[in-house]
């Protein structure tokens, strides 16, 4: 079952049982989902690949994460406990993510392939790291995980 397919049952299902908050996430990853669609659409149809839909996950629990900041900071403990819901829901359909263990092994994997040796080759080892971890890592920790192993 695809990712889409799998949305639209959990859409009919969440429907049914009446849960508000979590339907209304549902429908804000389909929309996003059917929005990357329409932007990719070539000669009237187009069909969104594995990693295109888990860059727009990615992208959605970003923004989440970012409003959920931001309500915080603004005292509005309501709003980010809405954002903070969805962000659940968003996380449900994204791969499982790597420990920092996992993320430490593919990042050293990748200086040793490249042979990176200073604070200069940060660019080839992100762009490797991000590449193999995509969806799977946020890129802040691998961005981290790469400056402590290149500065050392």
């Not at 990719?40 to 860059?55: F, M, N, P, T, Y």
């Not at 309500?71 to 659940?88: H, I, K, V, W």
């Not at 092994?105 to 762009?127: L, Q």
């Amino acid at each position: 079952m695809s990712l889409k397919e799998k949305i639209d049952q959990d859409l009919k299902n969440t429907m049914k049982s009446g849960d508000k908050d979590r339907l209304n996430a549902i429908r804000s990853i389909r929309a996003s989902l059917l929005e990357k669609e329409v932007s990719i659409r070539v000669a009237g149809k187009a069909v969104l690949s594995d990693d295109q839909e888990i860059e727009v996950l990615v992208s959605l629990a970003k923004k989440r994460r970012d409003a959920i900041e931001q309500f915080t900071a603004g005292n509005r403990p309501d709003l980010a406990e809405t954002e903070r819901t969805e962000l659940s829901v968003i996380e449900e359909y994204l791969p499982e993510p790597v420990t920092d263990d996992e993320i430490r092994a593919v990042v050293e994997d990748i200086v040793t392939k490249t042979g990176a040796s200073s604070m200069k080759d940060i660019g080839k080892v992100m762009s490797e790291s991000m590449k193999a971890l995509k969806g799977k890592a946020d890129g802040t920790k691998v961005q981290q995980m790469v400056k402590s192993l290149l500065s050392a």
